[in-house]
Structures are given as C-alpha cells and as structure tokens.
C-alpha cells in the first residue's frame, strides 16, 4: 500500500472545503446580486420602441435624446420592400441637440451594419441587451439604407 503525501493530503482537504462552501451558499443570493447589478448596468427598466421609415442615403437621426443615460437594445427589425438587397447602417452621433438630428459632419461611431435581401424581413434579436450609454448626455442614432422602401423597429429599455 502506497503513502499518501502531505501534499496530496492537503489539496484534497482544500478541494473538499471550497466544495462545501459552495455547496453550503444558497443559489438564490448569489442570484440576487448578479441579477442586480445586470438590471442596474445592462437592462434599463423603461421601454422604448421606434418604428420609421429608413431613409434611402442621407441618414435620418432619432433616439430618446436627453431623458435617459442608458439605452439597451432588445431587437432590431428591417422590412425591405425594395427589388434589390439593401445596406443599412445604424451609427451612434454626437447630436446638437435633443431632437436628435442629424449632422453628417457630427461625430460618429458605428453600430452594425445589416444586409436586408429583397422583399424580406431581417429580425436581430440581442437576448443580452446591446449597451449604448449616452454621449455628452445625450443618446441619438442615425440609420440609412443602399437602397429605399426600408422600415425599421427597433425595440429596446432606457435607464
């Protein structure tokens, strides 16, 4: 029979300790706290829902502006009614004001960009909320599409 070495010894004894503590820790506290700081940080509590026509090139500016710091995206949808596949681009600007209008020399930063094929409708589910925090306290988007009859709704919470 073989000694076992003080080695072996103690990390089982450490092996063992770390397993009863996590054994011993009830799942629903350390849910709380996750759930907690993931509803303060990522998922806003008050929803915001737009729906618009995109415009063919030119860009268009939309979003809550100065009510809120936080915007977490849900969902995007892209209906193209067009004969040919479109390109939509979606930029976060730094906005002059609170209507969110847009300035094509403002800055910007992109998103995504999205291909729609033609006479489709594209559906992009974010089932962890895609984060905009706002830019000198103000929150403002800008969409524009290759090609024209492209509607978007773009679903999502404020903080």
């Given at each position: 029979m073989r000694a076992i070495s003080s080695l072996t010894k103690t990390s089982a004894v450490?092996?063992?300790?770390?397993?009863?503590?996590?054994a011993s820790m009830?799942?629903?506290?350390?849910?709380?706290?996750?759930?907690?700081?993931?509803?303060?940080?990522?998922?806003?509590?008050?929803?915001?829902?737009?729906?618009?026509?995109?415009?063919?090139?030119?860009?268009?500016?939309?979003g809550p502006g100065a009510s809120t710091g936080v915007l977490g995206i849900s969902s995007i949808s892209f209906t193209h009614e067009g004969s040919g596949s479109a390109r939509v681009s979606l930029r976060q600007i730094k906005s002059l004001g609170a209507d969110c209008r847009y300035d094509p020399f403002a800055p910007q930063t992109r998103i995504s960009t999205?291909?729609?094929?033609?006479?489709?409708?594209?559906?992009?589910?974010?089932?962890?909320?895609?984060?905009?925090?706002?830019?000198?306290?103000?929150?403002?988007?800008?969409?524009?599409?290759?090609?024209?009859?492209?509607?978007?709704?773009?679903?999502?919470?404020?903080?």
């Open positions: 450490l092996c063992a300790t770390v397993a009863f503590l996590a009830p799942p629903a506290a350390n849910a709380a706290g996750v759930r907690a700081a993931y509803v303060e940080t990522v998922a806003p509590s008050k929803p915001y829902r737009i729906t618009m026509a995109v415009p063919h090139f030119g860009g268009v500016g939309f999205f291909y729609v094929q033609s006479a489709t409708m594209l559906h992009i589910p974010y089932p962890t909320p895609l984060v905009l925090e706002s830019w000198e306290g103000l929150i403002c988007l800008v969409v524009d599409s290759s090609e024209a009859n492209t509607q978007m709704t773009l679903n999502g919470f404020l903080n």
